[in-house]
């Protein structure tokens, strides 16, 4: 029996089923601090297609997280929370964003490709006011 796992791109997941298996790679990260919840890492991943996606670790898994988790590495990423992006300013224009749970298993992927996965603004976009500034990174 095989326990290969078919690896999902970032635009089809959805909150509704679990069990998804994505390779990413990391791309930005940064620490947190608010008043509200406490310390946090907040990550910034995208697929081998260019699409990306919110990733927020508690301070609980903060330790494990960036232990596991390398800049410009690729991994595979099982068993993770997914909820709707929301905000005025979002850092990228995924529908959801994803949270560490406690069962997250976060693994190195064999998967070589050097793509720094932005997309820049135009000055066009800029200079006529078409450019979405709500999305951080984009």
């Not at 994505?22 to 310390?39: A, E, N, P």
């Not at 005025?88 to 995924?94: I, M, V």
Request: net charge positive; hydrophobic share 35%.
């Amino acid at each position: 029996m095989s326990t290969n796992k078919s690896v999902s791109l970032l635009k089809a997941i959805k909150p509704y089923k679990q069990g998804w298996h994505i390779q990413v790679k990391l791309v930005h990260s940064w620490r947190q601090k608010t008043i509200y919840g406490g310390d946090s890492l907040e990550l910034i991943f995208a697929d081998e297609t260019g699409d990306k996606i919110h990733y927020t670790c508690k301070r609980t898994y903060i330790q494990r997280t960036q232990r596991d988790l390398g800049l410009g590495e690729w991994h595979m990423i099982d068993v993770f929370s997914l909820s709707n992006a929301t905000g005025q300013y979002r850092t990228t224009n995924h529908t959801y964003k994803m949270s560490i749970i406690e069962d997250t298993k976060i693994s190195k992927s064999s998967l070589v490709c050097d793509d720094k996965f932005f997309s820049f603004a135009g000055f066009e976009e800029i200079g006529n006011g078409t450019l979405k500034t709500h999305f951080l990174i984009g």
